[in-house]
């Protein structure tokens, strides 16, 4: 069936710190892709996304490229700030049926000072 | 903007009670949704809406129901809350149609806690 498999969190990093945050998932056909975020107390907010193979999502700093031939979209952050302490899912659609939206577990991320 | 609004941000009512919990969308979204979150088990889908009066069972929809009565509106309800139910409570909305690329828009939860 269709997943989506996060690494496992909390990630701890230091201020102004490069972040990786590997995702791949399991689907069907041509899913689109997308990277919420989670932070302390509040829902979750569309981070960024990608619908095709190739494209590359970007906001706020963060990116992440959707690649069809490993099955990943990565979410990158080039020097992470306090304020992206939060937790991270990784979600897939599926285009063949009603908008159910598949999410990762989650990766919570912690930037110290 | 998107707005999607619950109607509280924290409950607290005890086992048995019958609870609703209320969600309303302000973009004429089509699509409406209940996810559940806890701890490692990441977010759960209860139930989801893809038009008035219509619904579908999502993943975990034991012991919940769902109404549909206006497009705007999607409500929760625990037929008789039981301590397991204590969690938090994620509404969210989307565009249709099939294959769209939109994605799903979230309130801020209800943390519900069944004593």
């Known amino acids: 069936g269709n997943s989506v498999t996060q690494m496992e969190g909390p990630v701890t990093l230091s201020e102004e710190a490069f972040l990786t945050i590997n995702c791949t998932y399991t689907?069907?056909?041509?899913?689109?892709l997308f990277w919420y975020v989670q932070y302390p107390g509040e829902g979750l907010q569309l981070l960024l996304k990608?619908?095709?193979?190739?494209d590359k999502g970007s906001n706020k700093g963060f990116e992440a490229t959707y690649r069809k031939e490993t099955t990943s979209f990565h979410l990158e952050k080039g020097s992470v700030q306090v304020s992206d302490s939060a937790v991270y899912f990784c979600?897939?659609?599926?285009?063949?049926?009603?908008?159910?939206?598949?999410f990762g577990p989650g990766t919570s991320l912690s930037v110290i000072p | 903007d998107v707005k999607v609004t619950q109607s509280s941000r924290y409950l607290v009512k005890r086992t048995g009670e019958k609870v609703f919990l209320e969600c309303v969308q302000d973009m004429d979204h089509e699509n409406m949704f209940w996810y559940r979150q806890d701890p490692g088990l990441g977010l759960r889908l209860i139930y989801f809406s893809y038009d008035v009066k219509m619904k579908e069972k999502g993943d975990i929809p034991e012991g919940y129901s769902v109404s549909r009565e206006k497009k705007e509106r999607f409500s929760l309800i625990l037929e008789s809350a039981s301590t397991n139910q204590t969690s938090m409570y994620l509404c969210?909305?989307?565009?249709?149609?099939?294959?769209?690329?939109?994605?799903?828009?979230f309130g801020d939860g209800t943390r519900l806690s069944i004593l």
């Open positions: 979600a897939l659609r599926k285009k063949t049926s009603y908008d159910k939206v598949i």
């Open positions: 689907a069907t056909g041509y899913p689109s």
């Open positions: 990608a619908t095709k193979a190739d």
């Open positions: 969210a909305s989307s565009l249709s149609p099939l294959g769209s690329n939109q994605p799903q828009h």
